[in-house]
T-cell receptor
Framework: DTGVSQDPRHKITKRGQNVTFRCDPI?????LYWYRQTLGQGPEFLTY????????KSRLLSDRFSAERPKGSFSTLEIQRTEQGDSAMYLC???????????FGQGTRLTVV | DQQVKQNSPSLSVQEGRISILNCDYT??????FLWYKKYPAEGPTFLIS?????DKNEDGRFTVFLNKSAKHLSLHIVPSQPGDSAVYFC?????????????FGKGTKLSVKP
């Protein structure tokens, strides 16, 4: 399967702990996006990379959130000092460029207890 | 302020009939529109897209119509099948001079009854 892969699929963590998610995009795609989806809402943009450069961050991305894409391949999203409000589905997507559709992974479901 | 709106949270259609899902947007700079389908516990799956230079795009049972003057687009599914039951998201982006990130509506849950 050469689609977008996310790991883990589910994560339960205690409030205050740090968590890290990984995304492996489709190999030839240079753009990688992170979105967050909560119940009853559409996916909300968090940040995106073109190759290894992080080009935009949403105001939803607080200082506790950090994303990296070393070498322009896989990406990680870290949340420090998790809060209950961070509970959501975190989606990664990749695209071949700005003019093409983005393909999503299956997401990581985070539950903060 | 929501830039992409799907005002119908749900839609129920009989198998074999047409499903019409609607979407409105407010940002006149949007120039690329997409529809995604989402099953529970999965990521959105791309269905069909349309550029602002077109008013219609068709792919099999799926057709997207764009009315730029009304800032409105719709997805038609003909004929509807039970397997089409899912949440459908409309998304828009501003490709020119922008980053291309997608702005999504809240989704419409389609139920196709046998």
């Amino acid at each position: 399967d050469t689609g977008v892969s996310q790991d883990p699929r589910h994560k339960i963590t205690k409030r205050g702990q740090n968590v890290t998610f990984r995304c492996d995009p489709i190999s030839e795609h240079n753009r990688l996006y992170w979105y967050r989806q909560t119940l009853g809402q559409g996916p909300e943009f968090l940040t995106y990379f073109q190759n290894e450069a992080q080009l935009e961050k949403s105001r939803l991305l607080s200082d506790r959130f950090s994303a990296e894409r070393p070498k322009g391949s896989f990406s990680t999203l870290e949340i420090q000092r998790t809060e209950q409000g961070d509970s959501a589905m975190y989606l990664c997507a990749s695209s071949a460029g700005v003019s093409t559709e983005a393909f999503f992974g299956q997401g990581t479901r985070l539950t903060v207890v | 302020d929501q830039q992409v709106k799907q005002n119908s949270p749900s839609l129920s259609v009989q198998e074999g009939r047409i499903s019409i899902l609607n979407c409105d947007y407010t940002n006149s700079m949007f120039d690329y529109f997409l529809w995604y389908k989402k099953y529970p516990a999965e990521g959105p799956t791309f269905l069909i897209s349309i550029s602002s230079i077109k008013d219609k795009n068709e792919d099999g049972r799926f057709t997207v119509f764009l009315n730029k003057s009304a800032k409105h687009l719709s997805l038609h599914i003909v004929p509807s099948q039970p397997g089409d039951s899912a949440v459908y998201f409309c998304a828009a982006s501003e490709r020119k001079g922008s980053q291309g990130n997608l702005i999504f509506g809240k989704g419409t849950k389609l139920s196709v009854k046998p």
